[in-house]
């Protein structure tokens, strides 16, 4: 039988959701969180604090460069930390510095879906500028073509959520990181 205590006397590392857009990583997280009774925090939050202004108006104001930056900057302070479940942006994978920044700072678990389901979670949120296009779902699937190997290399492990409830993507990556992180 597997230990499944942290005998480190340290707090456990963190745990940190990658994923594109609408695979749930912030309600997951929240959720996954408050079960493990650690603190939650999310990369888009902390951008959106730090800016004084949300997401949409930092892309149309400054570019997605200056978006970016932010992001690893972020990602630095946050992963810096321990004890946290650390939802990520979707994009976060796009900048090379941060698959390492991603893999020392916590165990990484990748919420993986098909673009017809990202779709059908996205159609109604329009705080998403990177699909904010004539066809979305070309534009998802394009973006997840091109990001799949970038996930795929900064995971340690992976969950197809396609045919998952909430409530098991949740159970899933609860008992998962009890196992990576050593708590009970
Ligand atoms: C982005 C994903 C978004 C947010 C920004 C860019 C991306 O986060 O960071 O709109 O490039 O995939 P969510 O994945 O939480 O929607």
């Known amino acids: 039988m597997l230990a ?7 707090p456990p590392r963190n ?4 994923g594109f857009m609408g695979t749930g990583k912030t309600t997951i997280g929240k959720r996954v969180a408050r079960s493990l009774g650690m ?8 951008i959106v604090k730090k800016a004084g202004k949300s997401i949409p108006k930092i892309f149309k104001d400054s570019g997605e460069e200056v978006f970016r930056a932010m992001e ?3 990602l630095k302070e946050c992963g810096g930390k321990t004890g946290q479940v650390i939802s990520t942006g979707g994009g976060i994978v796009t900048r090379p510095e941060n698959l390492e920044l991603l893999k020392s700072s916590g165990y990484v678990i990748w919420l993986k ?3 017809e389901t990202i779709f059908e979670r996205v159609s109604r949120n ?3 500028p990177l699909l904010r296009t004539d066809n979305p779902l070309k534009t998802i699937t ?3 073509t091109q990001r799949a190997g970038l996930y795929a290399g900064a995971q340690h492990l992976s969950i197809n959520t396609d045919e998952l409830t909430m409530e098991e993507t949740c159970f899933g990556v609860t008992e998962s990181a009890k196992l990576a992180l050593g708590i009970g």
Do not use: H, M, Y
């Open 4 to 10: 499944l205590v942290n005998t480190t006397g340290q």
């Open 15 to 18: 745990l940190i959701l990658i």
């Open 39 to 46: 603190k939650f925090v999310d990369t888009d939050l902390l």
């Open 72 to 74: 690893t900057e972020v």
């Open 113 to 115: 879906a098909s673009p």
């Open 126 to 128: 329009r705080n998403r």
């Open 142 to 144: 394009d973006l997840l």
